[in-house]
Nanobody, 121 residues
Framework: QVQLVESGGGLVQAGGSLRLSCAAS????????MGWYRQAPGKQRELVAV???????DYADSVKGRFAISRDNTKNTVYLLMNSLKPEDTAVYYC???????????????WGQGTQVTVSS
């Protein structure tokens, strides 16, 4: 069974930094795109950043220049370094990965349990 486990959320003051991690584990054959989404209270879940297996990245306009996504393919792990945090970055952050499990015939989307990030002003 495949699962994504996130870590690294917490409370930080505006202007501070946090680093999120998400590790995929289980019977995995291949991991393609990995990304981070977030959902603030009363709002829809939105894409924050995505990284392909080859390392190409894309970011939401609201985080460009402040956040950096990276991955370690040997560990099936994706990271999100968040700098210059703002109160509006407060949300639950979810890890997402497109994974081909060992017993599967196609890729499926997997989600982490979510980690709370709170930025105080």
């Amino acid at each position: 069974q495949v699962q994504l486990v996130e870590s690294g959320g917490g409370l930080v003051q505006a202007g501070g930094s946090l680093r999120l991690s998400c590790a995929a584990s289980g019977s995995i054959f291949r991991v393609n795109d990995m990304g981070w989404y977030r959902q603030a209270p009363g709002k829809q879940r939105e894409l924050v950043a995505v990284i392909t297996r080859g390392g190409s990245t894309d970011y939401a306009d609201s985080v460009k220049g402040r956040f950096a996504i990276s991955r370690d393919n040997t560990k099936n792990t994706v990271y999100l370094l968040m700098n210059s945090l703002k109160p509006e970055d407060t949300a639950v952050y979810y890890c997402n990965a497109k994974i081909l499990a060992s017993a599967a015939v196609r890729f499926y989307d997997y989600w982490g349990q979510g980690t709370q990030v709170t930025v105080s002003s």
